[in-house]
Every structure is written in structure tokens, then in C-alpha cells.
């Protein structure tokens, strides 16, 4: 598998985005990170059914600057790319965008302790970004509110 990510305004390269596939039961395959062209390289078994999750790395000095991503179902292939656009934090974000990087905060959290390394760093960045997303309805907003809660403790 394979693809960019980049920004979803001007659809600049992304560098260092942790791109993971997880298998049906969240654990984890496989990462790489985002070369300087917000390019990525998976080797995955073909045709296994996946889940990506495009996201920063607590440790990392952009854990702050995006909001994540996830693609569920879908069906590891290099031959055709997946791409993925990320919304910076603290950018206004139409709704569907604001649905992904909430589906990608509601994936980080279902993940098992086994993947839960650097779970209190990746909670502070959870908790940062989160704030800085603005929603557009209320019942957004209150899945937003809860998440919040979830990664504060």
C-alpha cells in the first residue's frame, strides 16, 4: 500500500505523519512515517482487509500541527494509492473534515493497551488538537466534548 498525504488547503506534502494498518481486531501490522513529499510506503499482505490510520507521533515536533485520519475496510493493494488529505490544527474545517479527524480520535481511543506506548504524551496532543477543532453541530460538538473528556483522563 502506498500513497501521499497532504494538506487539505493547497494540498502541500505532509513530512513525518505516522501512517499504521491495523488488522479487523486493532492490532497493529505495521507503520512507517511520511517522507519530505508526504509520501509512504506500506508492505502489507495483498488483499488483506485494513484499517489506516494516519496520525502524528507524540514524540514527534509536529504532534500538535494535524489533525488525524482513518480509512476502515480497506483492502491492502499497491496498485492503487491511498491518498489522504490532513487538516492542520486549528484550521477551520468543513464538516465532513471535522467528521474524519473525530473518527480518527475515536480510533485512537479503542485502541488496545498493547498499542497504548506513550499513551499519556499521545493524550496531551489528543487533548490539544481536540481543542483547537471547531465543529459545526451540536451533536459533533458533544462527541468532541466527550472525547476531550476520555483523553484527560
Excluded: C
Excluded at 17 to 37: G, M, N, P
Excluded at 60 to 79: C, F, G, R, Y
Amino acid at each position: 500500500m502506498h500513497g501521499h498525504v497532504r494538506t487539505i488547503n493547497g494540498h502541500e506534502p505532509i513530512r513525518l505523519i505516522q501512517v499504521s494498518a491495523y488488522r479487523r481486531d486493532l492490532s497493529r501490522i505495521k507503520h512507517v512515517y511520511t517522507d519530505d513529499e508526504g509520501r509512504y510506503d506500506l508492505e502489507l499482505p495483498s488483499g488483506e482487509s485494513v484499517t489506516v490510520r494516519f496520525d502524528t507521533h507524540p514524540t514527534l515536533n509536529n504532534a500538535e500541527d494535524w489533525q488525524p485520519s482513518v480509512v476502515s475496510n480497506v483492502v491492502a493493494d499497491n496498485d492503487v494509492p491511498l491518498d489522504r488529505f490532513l487538516l492542520r490544527s486549528g484550521q477551520d474545517a468543513d464538516p465532513a473534515s471535522a467528521v474524519d479527524a473525530l473518527g480518527g480520535y475515536l480510533f485512537a481511543a479503542a485502541l488496545s493497551d498493547a498499542e497504548a506506548e506513550g499513551e499519556d504524551s499521545y493524550a496531551a496532543t489528543a487533548r490539544a488538537r481536540l481543542s483547537r477543532l471547531k465543529q459545526h453541530t451540536q451533536a459533533l460538538q458533544d462527541v468532541q466534548e466527550r472525547l476531550h473528556r476520555y483523553f484527560s483522563g
